[in-house]
């Protein structure tokens, strides 16, 4: 019989496309092992993209922590590796018999650099994850990584722009008019613009529509993983919020423009310095939050208004330059 291996990751999108550097990592120093996910059924459809085969083990078909857990000491892994740390997980520990690893949060630094706004940019959440080793800091971390299903085009004479607007809080989204001006600038160098949206994006959308009509594609991927990840993968390069679609372009090696505004790289939430070109203006207030919230604590959204189309164009017009020899 196969040695056995759990890995606990309930949430969220972008934390566990971040894990695929942890998993593959795992999989090289545990070759013979099986290896079992157990999260949401609502990110089921992420793993199709992994590295690696997982089997998957779901939440929701356990009626309380407590049946979880004699589920878990029942089939007796070898190792179970806690890459969340929530409180959920923390109970869990508590009714399980057998050893869990959780990783180090850094839950207190973050709290730190948000209270007194540090910029400082000195981990990353992905590389945290291999924490719940004894040496991690000497790990050669694998890069970030997601297998595609749909091969990478490139025709410089058709350069594709992907625009995923959307966050999980309003202050971690740049406003309209930004945005707006943007498109107006990237339409000029007759870019193929597709901008990528679920239900939650709708208030936006419509604005986009009325001011560009056809001149702009939008991709409705609705609460499909699947199809956020497909249409992504048909870009050369992506604009982002701090949100999953970041760490998801990332990890399928497209070039990646992440912007920043209530929340700061400084938290972690980079794919890596050196090749994530994240935008931020660096304000003053800025971070304020960990996750971001529904408004500005200021009132100003100085962090945002002040991040300037002109500047995230500028990087387009750098990156395509970088990348690709497009001029």
């Not at 594609?217 to 990840?229: I, V």
């Not at 090696?253 to 660096?282: C, M, Q, R, W, Y």
Request: charged residues 25%; proline residues 3%.
């Amino acid at each position: 019989m196969k040695n056995k291996i759990l890995v606990i990751r309930f949430s969220s999108l972008g934390d566990i496309v971040l894990s695929s550097s942890f998993i593959k990592f795992i999989k090289k120093k545990f070759p013979d092992y099986r290896f079992f996910f157990l999260t949401k059924k609502l990110y089921k459809d992420i793993f199709q993209f992994f590295p690696v085969d997982l089997e998957l083990l779901f939440l929701e078909d356990f009626c309380s922590l407590r049946e979880l857990a004699k589920f878990i000491d029942n089939n007796k892994f070898d190792y179970i590796f806690d890459i969340h740390n929530n409180l959920r997980t923390n109970l869990l520990k508590f009714f399980v018999k057998q050893k869990i690893y959780s990783y180090k949060k850094k839950h207190l630094y973050r709290k730190y650099k948000i209270m007194f706004h540090k910029k400082k940019v000195d981990f990353y959440v992905y590389q945290q994850y291999f924490s719940v080793f004894r040496d991690y800091e000497n790990i050669d971390y694998p890069k970030l990584e997601l297998k595609r299903n749909i091969p990478f085009e490139l025709d410089k004479n058709v350069i594709k722009i992907g625009i995923h607007p959307g966050a999980s809080n309003l202050t971690k989204m740049w406003n309209i008019e930004n945005l707006v001006s943007l498109i107006n600038l990237l339409i000029e160098k007759d870019f193929f613009i597709s901008v990528i949206y679920s239900n939650k994006e709708e208030f936006i959308i419509k604005e986009l529509k009325n001011i560009f009509g056809d001149q702009i594609n939008y991709k409705f991927t609705g609460n499909s993983l699947k199809e956020l990840f497909e249409e992504i993968q048909k870009q050369n390069l992506m604009i982002t919020m701090d949100s999953g679609a970041s760490h998801i372009s990332y990890s399928f090696g497209i070039p990646t423009i992440s912007l920043f505004g209530a929340t700061h790289p400084s938290l972690g939430f980079v794919s890596d310095i050196k090749e994530n070109n994240f935008l931020t203006i660096n304000e003053k207030c800025s971070p304020c939050t960990l996750h971001g919230q529904s408004s500005c604590p200021k009132k100003h959204f100085n962090c945002m208004k002040k991040l300037l189309p002109e500047m995230v164009f500028d990087k387009v017009i750098k990156i395509l330059q970088d990348y690709y020899g497009v001029h």
